[in-house]
């Protein structure tokens, strides 16, 4: 009877091994995350890198769309409209981030809602020219609401306009990488620029295997991952390793519709909070974990931080 553990763990553990990992690959701010570049170019440059990359690893990706972004001097851009064509052109979609990324913890509801419905002025009419319907919505900072009210009050008004909330799992700071990278390559130091996407892809690598963790711990096995990054040109340049690194780790690409399509994504969430939080952390939270879900964190060395700072 002694080998019936040692049974159960080799049984447990080929379950693990023969489980299919999927992560969708979703896009925040897009057209493009500029950090005030001169660069007139950047942007298209950011598109056509991104989407180079989607295509080379069959990613189904979906960008979330800030339509300001759009406009200049407010009227909208051909060349920046063009950059929306790009993305459904090549089979990826897209979705809601409002029209400003205004920050629900701050300002009134009433404004908030109306950026949303602002925010697929140009989408939504986009969207149905390839034979799409615009229903994705990614919250700003990932605040959803901070008590129940703000929290019900803006998921009825989501549902009441056709949207689906898109949670995030993989949570990161990836803004701050983005930025010092940036601030390398103004300052013509590719040295250092290399050095902090070197950086990065180990910072993204421990994050993965953070939130594997603590999938395991709130649902039992590694849920199908939802990566939120945003449309910089550090990601534009270094998706492809991105990409090797989840392939690595025996990922495939998955829509950001079959990733939704998971019944982990249906649990019910009954904890608030004004932070932004990964959905598995909120499911945790919800099971009575508190904060402990959280105790675990891989921080952003602090080279990096203040690099980004300059």
Known sequence: ??????????????????QEKKICISIDDVPAVKYNSKNRNLDK?????????FKEYSIPAIGFVNEKKLYKKGKLDSTKLELL????????????????????????????????????????????EYGKTIKYFRHPYLHTGSDSLKAIKLQEFLSENGYTSCPVTIDNDDYL??????????????????????????????????????????????????????A?????DYLDELAMLYKKHG???????????????????????????????RRGMSLGKGDDIMSESIDVPDAIIQYAKE
């Open 85 to 128: 064509h790009l993305w459904l052109k090549n089979g990826c979609d897209l979705g809601n981030h409002t029209y400003s990324h205004f920050d629900y913890n701050n300002v009134p509801e009433s404004d908030y809602f109306k950026d949303i419905i602002d925010g697929q002025e140009v989408t939504k009419p986009l969207l149905n």
């Open 232 to 236: 910089s040109l550090l990601n534009a």
């Open 1 to 18: 009877m002694k080998t019936l553990p040692l049974l159960l763990i080799l049984f447990s553990t080929a379950l693990a091994i023969g």
């Open 177 to 230: 990488f983005a930025k010092a990278y940036h601030i390398a390559l103004t300052k013509n130091d590719n040295s250092m620029a290399a050095t902090i996407a070197e950086n990065y892809i180990d910072y993204m690598e421990k994050i993965l295997l953070l939130f594997e963790r603590k999938s395991t711990e709130v649902f039992g096995k590694n849920i199908a991952q939802s990566l939120l990054i945003h």
């Open 251 to 281: 990922y495939t690409f998955v829509s950001q519709e079959e990733v939704l399509n998971q019944k982990e994504y249906a649990t019910e969430i009954n904890t608030y909070s004004s932070r932004g939080l990964s959905w598995i952390y």
């Open 45 to 53: 440059e950011i598109t056509l890198k991104l989407i180079k990359t």
